[in-house]
């Protein structure tokens, strides 16, 4: 069973930075695709960014927060990152950390909730204006 524990958030004020870990257990993060997704009240979960296995194939990002967050992982730590810069109050949100298999199934993508098997609890951002 994987398990994964996000940790990181807090309350910023805006243009202010935060880096979210997401440590994982169970298996080598190797082993898997990470993401983050965030979720604000009434919202529907959104895709924040996502990260290959190796770190190199890919690094993605949703447009709202491309040139702002850097997402990175560290295989021998079994963690991943996402550094929060210039912050805006439309970026509060829980924030959850997702594991995906290294192939998806067809259909599915990186940007997908369904695609992610496992989940962290969700650690609170908020930022104020």
């Known amino acids: 069973q994987v398990q994964l524990v996000e940790s990181g958030g807090g309350s910023v004020q805006a243009g202010g930075s935060l880096r979210l870990s997401c440590a994982v257990s169970g298996r080598t993060v190797s082993s898997y695709t990470m993401g983050w997704f965030r979720q604000a009240p009434g919202k529907e979960r959104e895709f924040v960014s996502a990260?290959?296995?190796?770190?190199?194939?890919?690094?993605d990002y949703a447009d709202s927060v491309k040139g702002r967050f850097t997402i990175s992982r560290d295989n021998a730590k079994n963690a991943v990152y996402l550094q929060m810069n210039s912050l805006k109050p439309e970026d509060t949100a829980v924030y959850y950390c997702a594991a995906a298999p290294l192939v998806f199934s067809p259909g599915r993508s990186r940007y997908t909730a369904g695609t992610y098997d496992y989940w962290g609890q969700g650690t609170q951002v908020t930022v104020s204006s």
């Open positions: 990260i290959s296995w190796s770190g190199t194939y890919y690094a």
